[in-house]
């Protein structure tokens, strides 16, 4: 369940990147440590941020809301996703109604500024007790009334002011109670 997060993403013949995440599950004054190596770089990158996720949803059917929104991120005409899947919204299923939920970005840091070059590495160390919202454990669909989720959000921004994405669900636990 705690495995490592290894991913390689990227835009055919212009960007590929790999990150990598000690693990998935963290206990709420943990700290997040990873790495990301840009492997081919075709593409002029101004700067790079990590953000700190929390998307709550609440009413009914929400086991099988969280099955149909899933971890991919959510697409605008002003945001790329990195080779993966995105969402409409909150309504991704038309068979699933009264479900309503709320994103909220919780932290968001710069972790790099520049153009980087093939073969750079760029360190990860978030720490989570840093974060100045109430973050709770992730809960998943409890009662099937609501879930509590928890996202790294990768993002590049090119030039042209272009926004490249990836999402990662991430689980939290409280380890001491009090």
Request: with cysteine.
């Amino acid at each position: 369940v705690n495995e490592p997060i290894k991913m390689e993403v990227g835009i055919e013949d212009c960007l590929h990147i790999e990150f990598e995440y000690e693990r998935r599950c963290f206990h709420l004054g943990d700290v997040i440590c990873g790495k990301i190596h840009f492997l081919l770089v075709r593409i002029k990158i101004k700067h790079m941020e990590l953000a700190v996720i929390r998307r709550e949803t609440s009413g009914e059917g929400v086991a099988m809301s969280a099955n149909a929104i899933g971890t991919g991120a959510g697409g605008s005409n002003d945001h790329n996703n990195i080779a993966g899947t995105t969402t409409t919204g909150s309504h991704a299923n038309t068979e699933i109604q009264n479900i309503v939920t709320e994103t909220q970005t919780l932290l968001k840091y710069e972790i790099m500024d520049g153009a980087p070059v093939k073969g750079e590495v760029i360190p990860v160390r978030l720490f989570l007790e840093g974060i100045p919202a109430d973050v709770t454990p992730t809960y998943h669909a409890e009662n099937h009334g609501f879930s509590v989720r928890y996202f790294l959000n990768l993002v590049l921004v090119d030039e042209e002011d272009r926004r490249y994405f990836k999402q990662q669900e991430i689980i939290l636990w409280r380890k001491d109670l009090g």
